[in-house]
């Protein structure tokens, strides 16, 4: 939650990440896992939809109707409950007290109409400021300011209607522009100053893209609701002292399923340079990305890689064995994790366990992503065969599979030596002279440890614990 005083967190210094309906992209939507994950990943409010039951009960879900045909508004609490899946339509107090307990606000997407008495009497009980109140409807928003004015109201604006004369009842314009093409386009110096002249704030639609996330993050708005909270304001800034470039070790592998789609994700949504894959060939000669030779230790399937067929990749979840709330996850092809990487301009270190390395280098150069990508393979035939492809290709290699640095420097090429604390650290100055570009691998999350990485000044780091190195890295190059 950003740090801002009681009298002026409506004016932070940044845009507020919203949460839509939590970190909805990794985990169930309107969920406390969904809340909690996004508070995790730097959430500064969830974005909650609100509502009420037969009974009584404000619950936390989006639909106004079940898949069922029923309309919520005449089911009771444990109907409802009977339909739908463990754990989903939460109570929203128990969504409060969690906001209230992690210090996060919340953005109330008012969906029923009835709701107004219960919903400012439950609000006034625990006596949260940072609560935002909001619907697409008007004469709802009326009814709420007159019951209670104390705190800020948004009206959510749909397209191809005027925010001003729409939302001129509100203290917040909510654009839910998301579907519009380059909605950014018409956020321009006069309809801020329109918004400052009627002292009105301004929130954005729910926003994924990565290139339209870096201008919508300067524009001087209060918030930015996106399924992916942690693309609104990426915790790793690289400085300019010490520029790093940080490999997340098989992607965000402690907070998602290891080379996954959302680890991966995750990762370059973080702002972290490259994502580590582990690259293996099924029995159909199709690439994909798994660390084991086999699917057991990570997924719901039992079987080698080698021997199964890509056709049956959809039978394989490995988010559910990461965590049981965590969303559905496949078994990513290497296209998969390429138009991901590309979309991010991010960058990859593609380790190869098996397979073709023409075939490999092949599928990446489909996306003219070689200049982005370096190489590696435990296997030594498979590393001979990286190293001979092409010698413009980048790879590197590990200072421990050799005696000296000198058999690395005067026989091979490689653009990166990767070296471990075990290593001979006093070589690290060599390897600048040699224009070569030096890698510290620690899998650990011991702090003295990531402190004394920081010390020594890489040009890369290698890492289980992306996060923890970052919040280091933040204090000592602020």
């Not at 972290?272 to 086999?294: G, M, P, Y």
């Not at 490999?360 to 150069?365: A, E, L, Q």
């Amino acid at each position: 939650m950003e740090k801002d005083s009681n009298e002026n967190w409506l004016s932070p210094h940044k845009p507020y990440s919203i949460a839509h309906r939590g970190a909805s992209t990794y985990y169930q939507e309107n969920t406390i896992e969904s809340f909690f994950f996004a508070a995790k990943i730097g959430a500064n409010f969830w974005e909650v939809d609100v509502q009420i039951t037969k009974d009584k009960h404000l619950i936390v879900f989006h639909d106004s109707f079940l898949d069922t045909g029923e309309n919520i508004i005449n089911l009771y609490l444990q109907e409802i409950r009977t339909k739908l899946p463990i754990n989903t339509a939460p109570l929203f107090e128990d969504v409060l007290k969690l906001a209230i307990k992690l210090n996060v606000g919340i953005y109330l997407d008012i969906k029923a109409r009835y709701v107004s008495n219960i919903l400012i009497k439950l609000l006034k009980k625990y006596n949260y400021q940072r609560v935002i109140i909001g619907s697409f409807n008007i004469e709802l928003i009326k009814e709420l300011k007159k019951l209670d004015n104390s705190y800020p109201y948004a009206i959510l604006v749909p397209p191809g209607f005027n925010p001003f004369e729409y939302a001129k009842a509100a203290d917040i314009i909510h654009l839910c522009w998301e579907k519009l093409e380059n909605p950014e386009k018409l956020l321009d110096d006069n309809f801020f100053q329109k918004c400052e002249k009627q002292n009105q704030k301004v929130v954005i639609w729910h926003e994924e893209n990565p290139e339209r996330m870096k201008i919508l993050r300067n524009l001087p708005v209060l918030g930015i609701c996106s399924n992916q909270p942690e693309l609104v304001n990426p915790i790793f800034k690289n400085n300019s002292e010490w520029p790093v470039q940080v490999v997340c070790h098989r992607g965000l592998n402690s907070i998602a399923p290891e080379n996954s789609l959302a680890s991966t994700l995750l990762a370059l949504s973080f702002g972290f340079s490259h994502v580590e894959i582990d690259i293996r060939t099924t029995a159909d000669k199709k690439l994909i990305i798994n660390h084991d030779s086999t699917f057991n230790r990570t997924s719901n399937y039992k079987g080698y890689v080698k021997q199964t067929l890509s056709s049956s990749l959809d039978k394989i979840e490995i988010g559910k064995k990461f965590n049981s709330d965590f969303t559905n996850q496949k078994i990513p092809k290497l296209e998969d994790i390429l138009e991901i990487v590309e979309l991010y301009n991010g960058n990859l270190y593609a380790e190869i366990k098996d397979g073709n390395v023409e075939d490999v280098i092949n599928t990446i150069n489909k996306f003219n992503y070689l200049d982005k990508c370096f190489f590696w393979s435990e296997n030594k035939n498979i590393m001979m065969d990286i190293i001979n492809f092409h010698p413009n290709l980048n790879y590197m290699l590990r200072r421990q599979d050799f005696n000296t640095l000198n058999e690395i420097i005067e026989n091979y090429n490689p653009k990166i030596i990767e070296y471990t604390l075990r290593d001979k650290l006093e070589e690290l100055s060599i390897l600048k002279q040699k224009n070569i570009k030096s890698m510290i691998a620690y899998m650990g999350n011991d702090e003295k440890v990531l402190k004394k990485i920081i010390q020594l000044k890489t040009d890369y780091v290698n890492l289980d614990q992306p996060i923890l190195f970052s919040s280091f890295y933040s204090k000592e190059y602020s």
